[in-house]
């Protein structure tokens, strides 16, 4: 869910700006998975970019404050969202911890790092949601340890229908400050892609598993 419509295009524009998103329908990318894809989407180049991160760690903290008040942990999920998760606990004055995709196979075996005592309050911050599964996986681990876990705020979205449904069969509220489609439009609107790449675009993420250039 997008809670602030001028956010999400403003977050969309810089994403573009900085390429940390890239569109190219013509030139598809190839994702891990094996799908073809005319958008690819790296948020950690954020990180590197000062008045950037600044702007996303602001706004991660003030519409996390406006939904639910302050929580008593944020919780990032690895790796990707580990450094924009900090800077944004640094920012509320809160504890911070991370959770991992599985257990350590050594020393403390620890999924979660960091302190975490059962019955606090925790939103999670992740940089990207596609399926939403190893967002979701770390929310079920934070779940297992105790935690009342009270949502999720991502950069940003492909709002497959895969991902609002496994976000709603787990009961986990989802918070994004760009999505899909203001992504497309800003696009349009700034002139990084035409009419016709927008189409390519809306057509892909229909159906992108089978999705063919």
Known sequence: MILNKET???TAELLLQIK?????????????SGW???IYCDNRIILSYPVIRNYVRENFARQIEEKYGKPDVIAAVATGAIGIGMLVAEYLSLPFAYVRPEPKGHGRQNQIEGNLEEGQTVVVIEDLISTGNSSLNAVKALKEAGANVKGMFAIFTYGFDTSVENFKDLEVELHTLSDYENLIETAQNTNYINTE???ILRKWREDPANWKP
């Open 197 to 199: 790449e927008a189409a």
């Open 36 to 38: 073809k894809s005319p």
């Open 8 to 10: 999400a295009k403003k």
């Open 20 to 32: 940390a998103i890239k569109l190219e329908p013509q030139q598809p990318f190839t994702w891990a």
